[in-house]
Each structure stands twice: as C-alpha cells, then as structure tokens.
C-alpha cells in the first residue's frame, strides 16, 4: 500500500505538537484525528472506538485532549502469537500497570504525545487507557488480511 499521506501527516503532527496548537483547531473533528488509522483521546475515550485496518498497517493514537492517557493492551485479549503491545513498550499489561502507579509512568502520554503500533496478524484487539478504564475509556483494533490489488 502506498502511505505517501503518513509523511505528511507525521510532520504536521510534528509541527502541532512543536507548539503551533492554534493548526490544531481545524484538523480534528470530536477528538478524532485527521488521516488514515489514527485514534485521537478526548478526556475519557478513543475515538474512533473501533478502528478496522489490514495486517502490517502501522496505527498512531495522538493524545488530543488536555489530560494524560496510555494505550495498553489487555493483556490475552489479542491473536495468539501476537506480542504484548502498550505505550511505554511493556512486556505485560502488569507492567505497564506496575509502571503507571510508580513515580517513572512511561507509558504516559501527556497532550499532544503519540504512540504508535504496528499490527500484523489480522484479529481484534483490545486496549484501555490506565487511569480512565472506569470511565469506560476502551478501544479496540480490528485487523484483517491485506486485499490483493490488481
């Protein structure tokens, strides 16, 4: 697949995230940001909820609200034979959960931060934002096999 848009889309995410947040007002729609297979956060959700995508696509979540999140996958809720993914590259949802109550929190993403997380084995998978679980902040990523252009 040709993915021309994720260079400009990644130096525009760059750009806003560098300090020109008034390039923002326009570019995101109800938390969600613009272009292909990006999540955005608002204070307590992922929006899109669901995102469906094909094996080897690379998904970024950008942090679009005014509060901290993470992007942790449930641990077990994912393809057998995939491997553990969250932001703060956790080997483990314990850990990441271990770390977000620690003093380090490096799978925090504050405003304006992002994560990214290539996905290739088609299946679905669920992840949660740590310190919003409660408040239902929960996403899941829909992987299908790659279609055959001709």
Not at 25 to 50: L, N, W, Y
Not at 62 to 91: I, R
Not at 110 to 117: K, R, V
């Amino acid at each position: 697949a040709h993915r021309v848009s994720d260079m400009n889309r990644r130096t525009f995410l760059a750009a806003a995230a560098s300090g020109a947040g008034v390039a923002l007002a326009g570019c995101f729609e109800g938390g969600q940001a613009a272009g292909d297979h990006d999540v955005g956060m608002t204070i307590s959700s992922f929006r899109p909820k669901e995102l469906t995508v094909e094996a080897g696509t690379a998904v970024e979540w950008f942090n679009t609200s005014s509060h901290s999140h993470t992007v942790t996958a449930y641990q077990g809720l994912y393809p057998d034979g995939a491997e553990y993914w969250a932001s703060g590259g956790f080997d483990s949802q314990d850990a990441a959960v271990d770390d977000w109550q620690s003093t380090e929190q490096r799978g925090k993403l504050e405003p304006g931060d992002s994560y990214e997380h290539t996905f290739e084995l088609p299946g679905s998978y669920e992840y949660y934002c740590i310190p919003h679980e409660e408040s239902n902040m929960v996403g899941t990523v829909i992987v299908e096999e790659p279609t055959t252009e001709s």
